[in-house]
């Protein structure tokens, strides 16, 4: 039995459907409680403000965020006494909005994007000595991922070798603390950043417009190691959504729009990795499984891609997507 909601944070890793001689398998992060990567984070930076003593329950916490970051940080504000701010921009969907709402947030939407979110953020603090966590430059983000989704990922793969791991990029924490953590285990492989390809600022240096939700901020955040990166793949808004409607009826996995951008991605690095004259099943099934419990003769040379899947289509439902 969990003493709390906050310590069922945990997902599933998945095969999807991958390209001839290859595996793609996506961390479905839609599992997690809050329904998102971003509740790991959200619980590590509030537990590394309370360790510096910046945070006692009754306090107040201010947030800016696309949403899945303050949906996860109302969920660890409900469950350890906190009172929330979170600052929205006002094209997030409606039903980001109602769960953070949900949860007992209070909301101020902004007209533009994060970079106007964090401003107005920073105003509030200033104006009520609110804490901010500051998910875009806070090293506890990337250090959730390190210490929890990376060793997550080696303990599904079961001692194979993973050859790429495919990210998107918003503030940058998921794919430098996941990324940092399996170079360490598989020094070999590659780290891939997915950004839109309207606001492609790590591929062209230049901030753009698009309506990806989550994923591109506008700029390069603090958090994010490029070092690490070992290529982008730039994705359109209309092939991710086209992917994500694939994904649900073909596969039944419901995602949003980045993860149909991370699924295309990973697809183009799978196919550029591929091997098809090795025995790739193409679903993990006890069939690919030798009597003595061991994998089939190549499978464990068939090039494995890891991918995130940050959340669930159910926070896209009225932004048309399925329809």
Same mark, same amino acid.
């Given at each position: 039995?969990?003493?709390?909601?906050?310590?069922?944070?945990?997902?599933?890793?998945?095969?999807?459907?991958?390209?001839?001689?290859?595996?793609?398998?996506?961390?479905?992060?839609?599992?997690?409680?809050?329904?998102?990567?971003?509740?790991?984070?959200?619980?590590?930076?509030?537990?590394?403000?309370?360790?510096?003593?910046?945070?006692?329950?009754?306090?107040?916490?201010?947030?800016?965020?696309?949403?899945?970051?303050?949906?996860?940080?109302?969920?660890?504000?409900?469950?350890?006494?906190?009172?929330?701010?979170?600052?929205?921009?006002?094209?997030?969907?409606?039903?980001?909005?109602?769960?953070?709402?949900?949860?007992?947030?209070?909301?101020?939407?902004?007209?533009?994007?994060?970079?106007?979110?964090?401003?107005?953020?920073?105003?509030?603090?200033?104006?009520?000595?609110?804490?901010?966590?500051?998910?875009?430059?806070?090293?506890?983000?990337?250090?959730?991922?390190?210490?929890?989704?990376?060793?997550?990922?080696?303990?599904?793969?079961?001692?194979?070798?993973?050859?790429?791991?495919?990210?998107?990029?918003?503030?940058?924490?998921?794919?430098?603390?996941?990324?940092?953590?399996?170079?360490?285990?598989?020094?070999?492989?590659?780290?891939?950043?997915?950004?839109?390809?309207?606001?492609?600022?790590?591929?062209?240096?230049?901030?753009?417009?698009?309506?990806?939700?989550?994923?591109?901020?506008?700029?390069?955040?603090?958090?994010?190691?490029?070092? &690490?990166?070992?290529?982008?793949?730039?994705? %359109?808004?209309?092939? /991710?959504? +086209?992917?994500?409607?694939? !994904? #649900? $009826?073909? *596969?039944?996995? &419901?995602?949003?729009?980045?993860?149909?951008? %991370?699924?295309?991605? /990973?697809? +183009?690095?799978?196919?550029? !990795? #591929? $091997?098809? *004259?090795?025995?790739?099943?193409?679903?993990?099934?006890?069939?690919?499984?030798?009597?003595?419990?061991?994998?089939?003769?190549?499978?464990?040379?068939?090039?494995?891609?890891?991918?995130?899947?940050?959340?669930?289509?159910?926070?896209?439902?009225?932004?048309?997507?399925?329809?």
């Amino acid at each position: 039995m969990y003493g709390s909601i906050l310590d069922a944070i945990g997902t599933p890793l998945v095969q999807v459907d991958s390209p001839e001689g290859s595996t793609i398998a996506a961390k479905l992060e839609s599992f997690n409680p809050g329904g998102s990567a971003k509740d790991r984070p959200a619980l590590a930076m509030i537990e590394a403000a309370e360790r510096e003593g910046l945070l006692a329950p009754g306090d107040s916490i201010v947030e800016p965020t696309s949403g899945n970051t303050g949906i996860g940080i109302a969920v660890a504000a409900a469950a350890r006494d906190y009172e929330l701010t979170i600052v929205l921009p006002d094209t997030m969907s409606k039903e980001r909005r109602r769960l953070l709402r949900a949860y007992g947030a209070d909301i101020e939407l902004v007209a533009g994007d994060m970079t106007d979110a964090r401003a107005r953020a920073d105003e509030i603090v200033a104006e009520t000595g609110a804490v901010q966590l500051g998910q875009f430059e806070n090293p506890a983000n990337a250090e959730a991922h390190y210490r929890t989704t990376a060793p997550e990922i080696i303990e599904a793969v079961e001692g194979r070798e993973i050859d790429a791991l495919v990210a998107g990029v918003g503030t940058g924490g998921t794919i430098t603390g996941t990324g940092r953590r399996l170079k360490e285990e598989y020094p070999g492989m590659d780290v891939i950043a997915v950004e839109p390809e309207g606001n492609a600022v790590l591929s062209t240096g230049e901030p753009g417009a698009d309506e990806f939700q989550g994923m591109g901020p506008g700029f390069v955040s603090d958090l994010l190691d490029v070092e &690490l990166l070992d290529g982008v793949e730039v994705v %359109a808004l209309a092939d /991710a959504e +086209r992917e994500c409607r694939r !994904l #649900a $009826r073909e *596969e039944g996995v &419901l995602v949003g729009q980045s993860s149909g951008a %991370a699924s295309l991605a /990973a697809r +183009r690095v799978a196919e550029s !990795l #591929a $091997r098809p *004259e090795l025995n790739c099943p193409e679903a993990p099934d006890m069939s690919s499984m030798s009597a003595d419990g061991g994998a089939e003769a190549g499978y464990d040379d068939c090039p494995l891609v890891v991918t995130i899947f940050p959340d669930s289509g159910e926070r896209y439902l009225s932004t048309g997507l399925f329809d």
